[in-house]
């Protein structure tokens, strides 16, 4: 290879890495892909030695998709090549690429509503999660219309799902003309208050993009751009980030609007004219020994895994914060009573602690809840110190006692919150960690009460027919994985934005 | 010849022994045990110490130049300067105070800067006059550097020198520290997790020997166990317990509890290591791969499985290998015997996978910060070939906090081994303990925890030495005192 030659392939290279889309475009193709790929295998059913014909349809439909996907990622890269920029006529693809929201393709939707705007604002973005996650609600919960009966409030719930989601997507369409980079429409202002409103259903991302909204608006006319929309900014381009928060905003949201749609007694009354059967429309996911609709037990399940570990990461956040916090601060004796003491909870496993704690005093939800909290507060608690012993040495900390602030407000009111943010990612990182420990103590038998739709639970009872009715482990295993991952993926986005070493 | 040779190793030592105290000397806690380790030389010392200080000046001339300052104009106008600082300071602030006060504050303050200025100017004189101030410690230290002082006072301070001989070398120092914290960090552990079992408000007792038990049958069943001694009692024998390895008989099964676990636990080990060396094994290579070529869609796929294997569930994952590996294939053995290695193989895949995930990203993300690093480059440049720079330059330098993760996770791993011992149905520590619990069967529990905390412990002081041997920055600061 010439010299020439391998210097044009490093800058081809840096242009392309340059281009958000053609990055995005690239990963969705893979991804597509390897879906196709999963699809194909289960097509062909190796029991009976035959093709499934109606996952064989959509096995179709998504290599049809896919590849489109890959035409419009080669015409990204040779747009990016010669012009640096997208051709209007390449992003018009985007509108077809829609179509595959069809097939549930995620990942192909959220790179065609990207493909589709040249300038995407953060608000942009949440809209079209939003979208998003209330389409698929309505999808999921629509599937219980083939079940022998549904909910009470089932027809109630849906129609205010539908209109939901219809709103939203006005909202979509309202985003994309009257808000850009640096300012908004202040009329949306009439738009934010009923969507915030709307975050009731659980739709977070309405929440998020109202609050964004209310921001930008109230900021119209101030140079610069605020610390929110920056880093804001930095996550929703970061699409496995996104990725994270789109499912865990999804599970969110079902486990509050299956208060509505869902019925609780499919996933704990017993039936026994419908045994472990296997996948079918009306249970989508079988059944277990006791008749239970898996689906449903799973939905349940992310209500209670989500609380528990939502909570069992906040308690040792702010606990552990406090101490850290108050240790930082004074230093000295403080910092070497309160330091020592949790080196003691530090020196025993964080798992075996709470089976020594749920031993002590009961496995139930409560019990879990505290014995997962108590073990992780040294943790929270060293991160903290450390940070508050970083920012207590910077010189708006100095000016504050000068002007004859007091500790505490010098504490609370300058460095907590200046010392928050890896606070915050190690939170997100560590809730999958508080989910994967509820399901494994569960599991054991130690976590919540064995009669609850928990995932650690259900997977207990699918371990029994892990050899004839592998998927009663599998499924739930699954749910456990894609929240986790989420969270993962979410935590990982935050760091990256929150770090500023990362500029 | 030999006499001298002999002399220079006497010097050496003693000179070892003097500056060991020296440095050990500025530690109050060190100090103290130290003087009362070697009381009959400290007795010895203080002696020496009194009588020399009769015939020491300097006391004497502090006091001559204090007396001389006091009377002179000096003290007048310190004072008087004070007095109008708190005055206008006063006025400033709005704060009237009367005269008496002020007059109270200046005086204090003077006085202390009087004492000040008079130990500067002692010093100063002392220096001049080529006299040394004669302290305690320093008298101990000049003694100390005598031989034949040290020759003498060798058998009645032995546990003195010994002492001092230990911290002289600072790996054996750092230890004999870590050891003593460990100890009391133990200590709190006993105390914690027996305190949450006392607190319990479930009746062993009234578990095992069932309903139908009469009262006489309970209080039989406490008096044997010594559940019906106050809480401090009960305390005491726990912590004599666990360290004479005597932790008496477990409630169900009436087994000598001390002996179940040493059986239990090397099977909990064995696999916590293999799983271990595993996650090295495959994981350093591989965030190693990662960081050469960043952003690569090899390192995508690497990281994004990194992740994955964050992500999954122990249990899971050993139902999916026994689903897929056993029943499925046939290959491998779905439950653990100790006979068979084969059956070892998925407990530890199992075991090790959240490690291999955390120490291979951990790898990434700290050899992508050391390979931008200035020194690379010059490596690079000096023409030193791409493997040795990546291993000698960049690699050691990565090491860190990959180690902190491995002392981290080892700990979890250790304490986690319970979910993966249940799912291949091993009968190891961790599976030990979740038996035990529903009873529940305080010396087993509160055994096989503090073991396993004491285990975690002592990997944490190994990877602490590992530190020092990996960084001469950390070598350096285990010096200090």
């Known amino acids: 290879m010439t010299l020439n030659k391998e210097m044009n392939k490093t800058t081809n290279n840096r242009l392309l890495k340059m281009s958000s889309e053609y990055k995005q475009a690239s990963f969705t193709t893979i991804i597509s892909f390897l879906l196709t790929l999963v699809l194909a295998l289960n097509s062909f059913g190796f029991g009976t030695q035959a093709a499934k014909p109606a996952v064989l349809a959509v096995t179709i439909a998504y290599a049809a998709f896919t590849v489109l996907q890959l035409w419009i990622t080669r015409r990204i890269r040779h747009d990016v090549l010669t012009a640096d920029t997208l051709q209007k006529s390449t992003r018009r693809f985007g509108w077809v690429l829609l179509l595959s929201g069809l097939t549930a393709n995620f990942f192909m939707v959220s790179f065609a509503f990207n493909l589709i705007k040249t300038k995407k604002t953060p608000e942009y973005v949440f809209a079209v999660y939003m979208v998003m996650v209330q389409l698929f609600i309505v999808a999921v919960s629509a599937l219980n219309l083939f079940k022998p009966y549904v909910a009470d409030l089932f027809p109630l719930g849906m129609l205010v799902l539908l209109s939901v989601a219809f709103f939203y997507l006005i909202v979509l369409v309202l985003m994309a003309r009257f808000v850009d980079e640096h300012a908004a429409d202040k009329r949306l202002i009439w738009i934010a208050i009923p969507l915030i409103l709307t975050a009731a259903t659980g739709n977070l991302f309405a929440l998020l993009l109202s609050v964004s909204l209310l921001l930008k608006i109230r900021r119209q006319k101030q140079p610069g751009i605020s610390q929110w929309n920056l880093i804001w900014t930095k996550i929703t381009r970061n699409t496995t980030a996104m990725l994270g928060m789109f499912f865990i905003v999804f599970v969110f949201a079902i486990s509050v609007s299956s208060y509505l749609t869902f019925d609780y007694d499919l996933a704990i009354a017993n039936n026994f004219a419908v045994l472990l059967q296997p996948p079918s429309l009306a249970y989508p996911l079988g059944t277990d020994d006791f008749g239970r609709d898996m689906f449903s037990r799973i939905v349940f399940g992310a209500r209670i895994s989500l609380i528990v570990g939502v909570l069992s990461t906040a308690i040792p956040f702010i606990v552990g914060g406090m101490l850290g916090a108050l240790s930082g601060y004074y230093g000295r004796r403080t910092d070497n009573v309160i330091m020592r003491l949790l080196d003691i909870l530090y020196a025993v496993p964080g798992i075996l602690l709470a089976i020594a704690i749920i031993a002590a005093f009961g496995a139930n939800t409560v019990n879990l809840i505290i014995a997962l909290s108590v073990g992780a507060i040294p943790t929270y608690a060293r991160t903290m110190r450390a940070n508050v012993l970083m920012v207590s040495n910077l010189e708006y900390v100095d000016s504050a006692r000068a002007l004859g602030s007091g500790d505490m407000e010098i504490l609370f009111k300058h460095i907590v919150p200046n010392s928050l943010a890896p606070m915050i990612v190690k939170a997100t990182l560590t809730i999958g960690g508080a989910v994967i420990a509820t399901s494994s103590l569960s599991y054991l038998g130690l976590g919540v009460e064995p009669h609850i739709p928990e995932w650690g639970n259900i997977l207990k009872i699918g371990s029994t027919y892990l050899e004839s009715h592998s998927y009663l482990a599998i499924f739930p295993g699954l749910a456990i994985i894609a929240l986790v991952l989420s969270f993962n993926f979410l935590g990982d986005g935050l760091r990256d934005a929150l770090d500023p070493k990362m500029d | ?481």
């Open chain 2, 1 to 481: 010849m030999q006499q001298q040779a002999i002399e220079q190793r006497n010097f050496r030592f003693t000179e070892r022994i003097q500056s060991t105290f020296m440095k050990m000397q500025l530690r109050p806690l060190y100090y103290i045990l130290l003087l009362v380790l070697g009381l009959p030389v400290t007795v010895a010392v203080f002696v020496l110490y009194v009588i020399r200080k009769k015939d020491d000046r300097s006391n004497r001339i502090h006091n001559d130049v204090y007396t001389q300052l006091r009377d002179s104009d000096y003290y007048r106008q310190l004072s008087e300067e004070f007095a109008e600082q708190i005055a206008r300071k006063n006025q400033f602030f709005g704060t009237p105070e009367q005269e008496e006060s002020v007059l109270k504050q200046s005086a204090t303050q003077a006085e202390e800067e009087l004492h000040k200025t008079a130990t500067t100017r002692t010093a100063e004189i002392l220096e001049a006059q080529g006299i040394r101030k004669t302290t305690f410690s320093q008298m101990f230290q000049t003694v100390l550097g005598n031989p034949r002082f040290l020759m003498v006072s060798f058998v009645p301070g032995l546990l003195m020198y010994g002492f001092i001989l230990l911290f002289s070398n600072f790996y054996i120092k750092y230890v004999l520290e870590r050891l003593v914290m460990s100890v009391f960090v133990i200590l709190g552990v006993v105390v914690l997790v027996f305190t949450i079992l006392y607190l319990s408000p479930f009746d062993p007792a009234a578990n095992l020997l069932g309903e139908a038990a009469t009262q006489q049958q309970i209080d039989a069943f406490n008096r044997l166990h010594g559940l019906d001694q106050s809480y401090i009692a009960q305390l005491w024998s726990a912590v004599q317990g666990i360290a004479t390895f005597d932790l008496g008989m477990s409630y169900e099964g009436n087994e000598n509890v001390a002996a179940t676990i040493a059986n239990k636990f090397p099977v909990t080990f064995l696999l916590t290591v293999f799983a271990l060396v595993m996650a090295l094994v495959v994981a350093i290579p591989v965030g190693i791969i990662s960081a050469t070529r960043p952003n690569s869609f090899l390192d995508y796929s690497l990281m994004f499985i990194a992740l994955i294997g964050l992500s999954i569930p122990n249990f899971w994952q050993g139902l999916i290998f026994i689903l897929g590996f056993s029943i499925n294939l046939e290959l491998l053995p779905a439950t653990y015997s100790p006979s068979n290695w084969l059956s070892m193989i998925m407990p530890v895949v199992v075991l090790g996978t959240a490690l291999t995930a955390s120490v291979a990203r951990m790898t990434r993300s700290s050899m992508l910060e050391v390979i931008n690093e200035d020194y690379i480059i010059t490596a690079k440049a000096k023409g030193l070939s791409r493997r040795y720079v990546l291993w000698k330059h960049a690699f050691t330098n990565a090491l860190i906090p990959i180690l902190t993760v491995i002392g981290l996770l080892f700990g979890g791993m250790l304490g986690g081994a319970a979910v993966t011992e249940k799912v291949f149905n091993i009968s190891g520590i961790g599976s030990y303990i979740v038996d035990k619990q529903f009873v529940p069967d305080i010396p087993s529990i509160l055994g096989g925890v503090v073991y396993i905390a004491i285990t975690i412990s002592i990997v944490n002081v190994i990877i602490d030495l590992l530190y020092a041997f990996v960084d001469p920055r950390i070598r350096s600061k285990m010096k200090q005192y």
